[in-house]
């Protein structure tokens, strides 16, 4: 389980990297904890891979400082940090045995060769690679060679095993069975492991805790649950998951309601919020598709914002379904829906004039 | 299936046929039984023999040997530091000017190398008294200079293609750089240092021009030799030395193209990519 209680295990204070006048990464702050699998997530670009090599030791940070257990490794080379990375291209030795990539790292530690042997065999059974320990990596399939790189770097045992876009270069179904070999691993051994991933599902599906990264900052930390369903702005709601976003100026605060109002939707919307925002300031409201109820009849509307439209167009995909709405006024919303009941025939069907309605509880407010 | 045009076909036979009817037909003369060149006069290997007897051209060959030896291992040693150093420092100021200089001396006119080379040892014998006479290490110190110019091409063009990310994994599990260079590098370069060793050679073995220049009295090598009896006259063992110096040529130049064209385990290759 994730440790909470003590010191984190890494400790990034207000790490700054710039290349000539490119800021990578801008005045980041993140702590990893002891024992948790938590994910960087970004778009390429967005510098979570410099902040990876930082973490690393292959680049040094312009200003800030890196405390790996407490202890200050800002200055420590890679080959003395307690810190091993797994490669985007897995950088398996080609000259070398799949036995002797794994023991690399212990030969370099001067560990006495008969250890050398019972601890490559042990991380190849728990790869499960054992039949191929003889191979060269050239001779390995992709899948294969992604084992031996995790094997490989986690023959000694890190504190901190950092992890390049472990899935990207697998095939889906692949991608999937790795996932979970990724995270029982990770829940086995109880090091730290922190993945760099561009890609939302991966991170969600593997993380405790994901950092969503943008121009080199940090948008939001938080469970995959609070970085979906309480995206701290307008970046983050859009860029993990699928959302409707619309602009929209207070109307009214009571209490922990307020009320929008949306020309784009051409409605009044509730939400419920803490924030002390004056009346006539502007805010953003979303909506995540599978949050909306799509009905031909109209709706219950307590507690429930409302507005009508027509099917423009659907996707059926079998266990659900995906439509695309469009407001007499052209805005369009997306509203997904699980098919509960088993029928041929669909209840919703194309030029369709329907009502979508939400709870006011499912609005997200996003000031920024 | 598309028809050879016939006329295409002469052009080509008649191309080769200029490249190796010549080499061919001293291969074959070097078997000849005969005194005259010209005449062939049966089968016999006595050309071959009388190279043995031979005491001059025993000696110019083992020079011309010894030289290629030490000038291939020197050029190459050089040349890969100046292939890895243009090779990183690529926020060098100015490395495509050096990259470009580096490579000037593989069309400079040869005449030109050994007469700059041959002032250069003349002034540094007349400043700082060294090299006190021309001779084998002028010869080699020239060979070297112009082979270094090969062998970065060669390793250059292995490290442009070589996985960066290679280096930094085995850095990253506790390589020191010292350890990373010849636990990683230099296996990795290794077939491009061994065809840049055996181009050199080669290089080295053949050149007659710059040698001419840079040479003293008492060191003559092979080819000088060579050049040197031919003026008087071509006898027929004359062909036997140059079909040696043939097979031996073919046979280093087959290696080093077999060694540096091998799919060598270059850079790790992205696994089988499935999307992106």
């Not at chain 1, 440790?3 to 702050?29: C, H, M, W, Y």
Request: with cysteine; charged share 20%; hydrophobic share 50%.
């Amino acid at each position: 389980m994730t440790d909470t209680t003590s010191t984190p295990l890494v400790q990034i204070r207000e790490v700054t990297k710039r290349f000539g006048n490119v800021t990578a990464v801008d005045r980041v702050s993140l702590d990893f904890l002891r024992n948790e699998l938590f994910a960087i997530l970004g778009s390429s670009g967005c510098g979570k891979t410099t902040l990876l090599r930082l973490l690393a030791g292959f680049e040094q940070p312009t200003s800030g400082r890196i405390l790996i257990d407490g202890v200050d490794a800002t200055d420590v080379p890679p080959y003395d940090r307690p810190v091993n990375l797994m490669f985007q291209s897995y950088a398996l030795f080609p000259h070398m045995t799949v036995a002797e990539n794994v023991a690399y790292g212990l030969r370099k530690e001067r560990v006495p060769a008969a250890r050398i042997r019972e601890r490559v065999a042990e991380m190849l059974a728990m790869v499960k690679l054992e039949p191929l320990a003889a191979r060269k990596p050239d001779k390995l399939s992709g899948g294969e060679k992604q084992r031996v790189a995790l094997a490989r770097a986690l023959v000694k045992r890190p504190k901190l095993l950092l992890l390049d876009e472990p899935l990207a270069a697998l095939d889906k179904k692949l991608r999937q069975h790795t996932q979970f070999e990724i995270a029982n691993l990770q829940y086995q051994l109880g090091t730290t492991f922190v993945v760099v991933t561009h890609d939302q599902g991966e991170a969600m599906t593997l993380a405790s805790r994901i950092a969503v990264m943008a121009d080199g900052r940090i948008a939001q930390v938080g469970t995959p649950g609070q970085v979906y369903e309480f995206p701290a702005n307008r970046y983050v709601a859009g860029f993990v998951g699928n959302i409707n976003l619309f602009e929209g100026r207070v109307t009214g605060v009571d209490g922990g309601r307020m009320s929008l109002r949306c020309e784009a939707l051409g409605v009044e919307l509730a939400v419920l919020s803490d924030e002390a925002i004056a009346p006539g300031s502007a805010a953003c409201v979303a909506v995540r598709p599978e949050k909306i109820t799509l009905s031909r009849q109209a709706p219950e509307t307590k507690d429930r914002n409302l507005v009508k439209g027509t099917v423009w167009d659907l996707a059926y995909f079998g266990d659900q379904s995906l439509y695309r709405v469009r407001l007499k006024n052209g805005t369009e919303l997306q509203v997904s829906a699980q098919n509960l009941r088993r029928s041929a025939k669909l209840t919703v069907e194309w030029d369709d004039e329907v009502y979508l309605s939400w709870e006011i509880a499912s609005t997200i407010l996003l000031l920024s | 299936m598309k028809r050879r045009s016939p006329m295409l076909m002469t052009i080509v036979a008649f191309g080769y046929a200029l490249l190796y009817v010549p080499i061919v037909s001293v291969v074959i003369y070097s078997f000849n039984g005969s005194r005259l060149v010209t005449l062939w006069g049966g089968f016999s290997l006595r050309w071959y023999a009388s190279l043995l007897a031979d005491k001059d051209l025993l000696g110019a060959a083992l020079l011309s040997l010894r030289i290629a030896i030490v000038s291939a291992t020197f050029a190459t040693a050089l040349g890969a530091i100046v292939a890895l150093a243009l090779h990183r420092v690529n926020r060098l100021r100015g490395r495509l000017l050096l990259s470009g200089m580096i490579t000037a001396p593989l069309v400079m006119p040869e005449i030109i190398t050994g007469l700059s080379l041959l002032f250069l040892f003349i002034s540094m014998a007349d400043l700082i008294g060294w090299p006190a006479s021309r001779g084998a290490t002028t010869i080699t110190i020239a060979h070297i200079t112009f082979s270094m110019a090969y062998v970065v091409v060669v390793v250059r063009a292995r490290l442009a293609a070589m996985d960066e990310s290679l280096e930094e994994a085995a850095m990253d599990l506790g390589g020191r750089p010292v350890a990373v260079f010849f636990d990683i590098t230099v296996p990795m370069l290794l077939p491009a240092l061994v065809s840049g060793w055996l181009l050199s050679f080669t290089l080295s073995l053949d050149d007659l021009v710059i040698s001419s220049f840079v040479s003293g009295p008492g060191a003559t090598t092979l080819p000088m030799l060579i050049f040197a009896k031919v003026r008087l006259g071509v006898t027929p063992d004359i062909n036997a030395i140059t079909t040696i110096i043939i097979a031996l040529v073919v046979i280093i130049v087959v290696a080093a193209t077999i060694i540096s064209g091998r799919r060598g385990p270059v850079a790790a290759r992205p696994a089988d990519a499935g999307g992106q």
